[in-house]
């Protein structure tokens, strides 16, 4: 689940600030023990179990409301919660998150709230994003899929991004500066004619769905804190087809790409170790 600092929430029609080019000052980056990071390989494996339920189960016709119930019974079915129900959104007036997870079709970016009334239809793509809780500890993993038969275009959008998680975890390695997964994810984007999003960002993660660092989407190579082996992070492009402007739908959750242009979403819970990283939320 993607993270911003400064102010979470903007209304329809709004100015979203962009993130600096590196976020300075990093303060609780946690290295996890070897009890730690078992207690996250579980957790991490019920949140993909749980994307493997919706992947199965994503056919035209299927509203985001079930798709939510196959989440969430999953994670429960084995042993762990639905952390992104009732996330809080910190602003007055806004409701806490009512999903188990963040459901966004076509041009909404991210954080898309389940609904009866949202049916996918053939050519749609959709964005699932979830978070398992267990044992105190949070598994982070997002995709975008295909509802049945979309053009090639679409198809690249979503294999572009997918990619693009895997660029950048090449830099994910012990003695590697933050900075440097940030700048092959961006690079690689760009490079293949889309845009990041700049307002919302990958994150640690632990015994908190969010912590930090905060990993941008784009940035510069060399800079940033070195990675250690016992990091745990979330990394997760999110990318537009066309500007990289995004707007806040006024259910105070909903980003969509202001010049309503498809988006994709990717994302693995990873470890750094002594050698290559570790991706746990795949099995």
Not at 76 to 92: F, H, L
Not at 152 to 174: C, M, N, P, W
């Amino acid at each position: 689940m993607g993270t911003v600092p400064f102010f979470r929430f903007y209304r329809k029609n709004g100015t979203v600030p962009k993130l600096p080019e590196f976020m300075g000052v990093i303060n609780l980056v946690t290295i996890k023990s070897k009890r730690e990071i078992e207690l996250m390989r579980e957790a991490c494996r019920v949140a993909s179990l749980a994307q493997t339920a919706i992947e199965k189960a994503i056919k035209p016709g299927i509203s985001t409301y079930e798709l939510d119930k196959i989440a969430e019974n999953t994670i429960r079915a084995n042993g762990g919660i639905p952390a992104e129900k009732g996330y809080p959104s910190g602003v007055r007036g806004v409701p806490d998150f009512p999903g188990s997870i963040c459901a966004s079709i076509n041009d909404e970016v991210i954080h898309g709230i389940p609904s009866k009334r949202a049916i996918l239809k053939d050519g749609d793509i959709i964005s699932i994003d979830l978070v398992a809780y267990k044992n105190g500890y949070n598994g982070d993993c997002a995709r975008t899929y295909i509802v049945g038969n979309v053009p090639d275009s679409t198809r690249r959008l979503v294999e572009i991004t997918k990619q693009a998680f895997f660029e950048g975890i090449q830099y994910a390695k012990k003695g590697n500066r933050l900075g440097d997964i940030s700048h092959a994810i961006g690079s690689f984007v760009e490079k293949n004619g889309y845009s990041v999003v700049k307002e919302f960002q990958g994150h640690g993660i632990g015994t908190q769905m969010h912590e930090d660092p905060g990993i941008p989407n784009y940035g510069k190579a060399g800079r940033g804190i070195r990675l250690e082996p016992g990091m745990t992070l979330a990394i997760e492009p999110m990318v537009i087809m066309g500007k990289s402007n995004i707007l806040q739908l006024d259910d105070g959750w909903t980003i969509i790409s202001e010049d309503g242009s498809l988006a994709a979403h990717y994302e693995n819970t990873i470890l750094i170790t002594e050698k290559e990283p570790e991706i746990l939320t795949i099995i």
